[in-house]
């Protein structure tokens, strides 16, 4: 008996346009809305995946330039702690000795700067039979880039070593007073700072 009204009742509403062209309406509506959900996704998956791809990118070279002058940096100080240690060693009553440097700050590099000057002039009808003369100065500097394989650096004229601040010095002659002050003569003298920035202590047997 159910099944018999179910029946006549989905005749009767076949025959209704208006529930028909309802459903059709609806039926387009949901499609619709399923294609642009999927596109959506789609387009938010492949920005996040040209994101990360380029912050990689942009991070890896960030880490390369970085990583580049730290070695420079670290290589000039390890010479100048090599070189004072062999100047030292060579002073009377010394012996052997063993350097730390501390460096105010890392290097700085001084780029090449292409200036440049230009002036125009505009000549203009003034309304009352004159002319008006008007001038405007452009002024601009450029940094010089050199090419370097595949990419592009800053042309450097000069680099400007880290300034030394304090020196400590283990020495086998240091328990002499005299051969104490001599070195710390010397190192104050070589990189023009106080005597009271060298510290020298006489090493262990």
């Given at each position: ?8 009742n ?6 209704n346009?208006?529930?028909i ?77 063993s ?27 003034d ?18 880039m ?9 042309f ?50």
């Open positions: 008996m159910d099944n018999k009204k179910l029946s006549d989905l005749k009767i509403l076949s025959k346009k208006g529930f062209n309802a459903l059709i309406f609806l039926l387009v509506v949901l499609f619709l809305w399923l294609v642009l959900t999927s596109f959506n996704k789609v387009n938010f998956s492949n920005n996040n995946n040209g994101n990360n791809g380029s912050n990689t990118n942009g991070a890896a070279e960030v880490d390369a330039t970085l990583s580049n002058e730290s070695k420079v940096s670290s290589s000039y100080e390890q010479a100048q702690k090599e070189e004072l240690e062999e100047i030292l060693s060579k002073i009377e009553g010394v012996g052997k000795v350097v730390m440097i501390r460096f105010e700050s890392g290097e700085v590099k001084v780029p090449a700067v292409d200036s440049s000057n230009q002036i125009s002039k505009t000549v203009e009808d309304g009352n039979g004159g002319t008006r003369t008007t001038e405007q100065e452009s002024q601009g500097d450029t940094v010089v050199s090419s370097n394989g595949s990419s592009s650096d800053p450097i004229t000069k680099v400007y070593n880290p300034a030394v601040t304090g020196v400590i010095i283990t020495a086998e002659g240091a328990t002499s007073s005299k051969v104490k002050y001599e070195i710390q003569l010397a190192v104050s003298k070589l990189y023009d700072i106080g005597l009271d920035k060298v510290n020298v202590y006489p090493s262990k047997n």
